[in-house]
């Protein structure tokens, strides 16, 4: 599949209002993005971003376990031609934990069925544009289960399985289908969390830029994911073994 840069292009980023998302709606507009819709629950949390080029940037009020709200941001953004599915949660709920299902059925809702909601939605939208680019943020944890994260990390695997099910079915209308797997970086989520050294919201934003220009179907983004891949190619299962060991220490 042939590369999509971003400059001149219109892109869509949900979650935009911190962390990662806000960091790729930056990175989108230095780029040379011709217009961002920068999206989030609260339309009030993306003014920082709209601030900074009032006149290509769009703030959409979506929530992406709302599908009527997703349905209506498909509706305004008829132009788009690169999404990025940032949007994500995490509950921090253990597998033996007595409020297991519920919070993972949370997390499958945002992790999961939101990008699902967001292909049936935009997938016509991009064919129409020319292709483009449809980029799911996923996690190394989607690979490896993390025993500290574990919910998280099933609902992940999920959107990986998902990620290769819409490449398959979006070929044909040559669109780019993204997975893109950060390691620990630097947000509210991991706040608190004693992972080692964490990636940057930024780095995570350069490198899949990068990789959506390069044609890049499977992105690690920063210095953990891209040893993490490594590790993995050469011995999964050392790799399950170890993360399960760390499990002890970040607890």
Do not use: W
């Not at 989607?142 to 290769?164: E, M």
Request: with cysteine.
């Amino acid at each position: 599949m042939n590369g999509v840069p971003t400059k001149g292009k219109v892109v869509l980023v949900t979650g935009a209002n911190r962390g990662i998302g806000k960091a790729l709606a930056i990175k989108a507009l230095e780029l040379g993005a011709s217009k961002v819709y920068a999206t989030a629950r609260d339309v009030l949390k993306l003014a920082e971003l709209t601030a900074i080029d009032s006149d290509r940037v769009v703030a959409l009020e979506l929530d992406v376990t709302n599908q009527r709200q997703v349905n209506a941001a498909a509706a305004a953004a008829g132009d788009v031609e690169i999404i990025i599915n940032n949007a994500g949660m995490g509950t921090g709920a253990l597998l033996l934990a007595e409020n297991v299902v519920e919070n993972s059925k949370l997390e499958m809702e945002a992790n999961f069925f939101g990008p699902m909601r967001m292909g049936v939605a935009f997938a016509p939208i991009l064919k129409a544009n020319g292709g483009g680019a449809m980029v799911n943020i996923l996690s190394v944890a989607g690979l490896i289960n993390f025993p500290f994260a574990p919910t998280y990390s099933c609902s992940k695997a999920a959107g990986h399985s998902l990620t290769q099910g819409q490449r398959t079915v979006m070929a044909e209308q040559n669109t780019l289908v993204c997975g893109v797997y950060p390691g620990p970086i630097d947000t509210d989520m991991t706040a608190g969390m004693a992972m080692g050294d964490k990636g940057s919201p930024e780095e995570v934003a350069t490198s899949v830029f990068e990789g959506i220009a390069n044609g890049e179907e499977d992105i690690f983004s920063d210095t953990f994911a891209i040893g993490f891949a490594k590790g993995l190619k050469a011995d999964p299962k050392g790799i399950e073994k170890s993360i399960a060991a760390q499990f002890q220490t970040v607890r």
